[in-house]
């Protein structure tokens, strides 16, 4: 029985120097306990049936067992537990496979921590959602069943996940805001005075907006001649300076 909110996880994974990798790397990430380690068939079926995980952390081959096979008697006795392949399988058929029968995620070894903290993040938005909405039990709308689906649950966390060091996610909104509300490119002086910072700051945010390609940048040579760049949001072809 659960003590407290944290999604369990199960490991299956019949190399047991991995599956200890991968309950170090769920120990670094808040919101999640690992409540068994199966390296075997037996083993596996014996922890399900027994402590019903929310996430099950599957592998694909192993000596007595295929894990697409596990998957499917998973799926068709439990609903409520979900699953994410980690396998150095690549073949494009299993990886259908996996998918059609409803994999959260599938990860290919060897497994970076980034990219196995980016699902498990999303894995915990996307449980949360669910729970909230099962304790609601009401029926759904289009809005939440597109974030059940990961549509924007992928987006929001993968975007913050991957900012650069330096890179604020709330600082970075107030540059994008200050930018989509004119129709005319803006200076990187200009924008550090609306969102309150430096100018370098202010530049190392507009530069890292022009590197995802989400704003675009023109030279204006203001009143006095002298070159300077000027930033706007894509799509907006108004490219003189506002000083």
């Known amino acids: 029985m659960k003590q407290n909110s944290d999604i369990e996880v199960l490991i299956v994974e019949d190399d047991l120097r991995i599956a200890e990798i991968q309950k170090r790397f769920i120990e670094q990430i808040a919101g999640f306990q690992t409540v068994g380690i199966a390296a075997s068939y037996l083993e596996a079926k014996t922890y399900l049936d027994l402590l019903q995980p929310d996430l099950i952390l599957l592998d694909v081959y192993f000596p007595d067992m295929n894990g697409i096979d596990l998957l499917k008697e998973t799926k068709q006795h439990s609903k409520q537990m979900d699953v994410i392949m980690i396998t150095a399988t690549k073949e494009i058929d299993k990886v259908q496979e996996a998918i059609s029968i409803g994999v959260f995620d599938y990860i290919i070894k060897p497994v970076v921590f980034e990219r196995f903290k980016q699902s498990l993040l999303r894995y915990q938005e996307f449980h949360t959602k669910l729970v909230e909405m099962r304790n609601e039990n009401l029926d759904v709308t289009q809005q939440q069943v597109d974030k059940l689906l990961?549509?924007?649950?992928?987006?929001?966390?993968?975007?913050?996940?991957?900012?650069?060091?330096?890179?604020?996610?709330?600082?970075?909104?107030?540059?994008?805001?200050?930018?989509?509300?004119?129709?005319?490119?803006?200076?990187?002086?200009?924008?550090?005075?609306?969102?309150?910072?430096?100018?370098?700051?202010?530049?190392?945010?507009?530069?890292?907006?022009?590197?995802?390609?989400?704003?675009?940048?023109?030279?204006?040579?203001?009143?006095?001649?002298?070159?300077?760049?000027?930033?706007?949001?894509?799509g907006n072809l108004k490219l003189h300076n506002h000083l």
Request: proline share 4%.
């Open 150 to 234: 990961r549509k924007e649950i992928e987006r929001s966390v993968s975007d913050k996940l991957y900012l650069p060091k330096g890179i604020d996610p709330l600082t970075l909104e107030k540059v994008l805001e200050v930018l989509s509300k004119v129709d005319f490119g803006l200076t990187a002086e200009w924008v550090a005075k609306e969102i309150g910072a430096s100018r370098t700051t202010a530049r190392r945010y507009l530069e890292h907006l022009m590197a995802e390609e989400k704003i675009a940048a023109d030279i204006s040579y203001g009143t006095v001649g002298r070159p300077e760049r000027v930033y706007l949001v894509k």
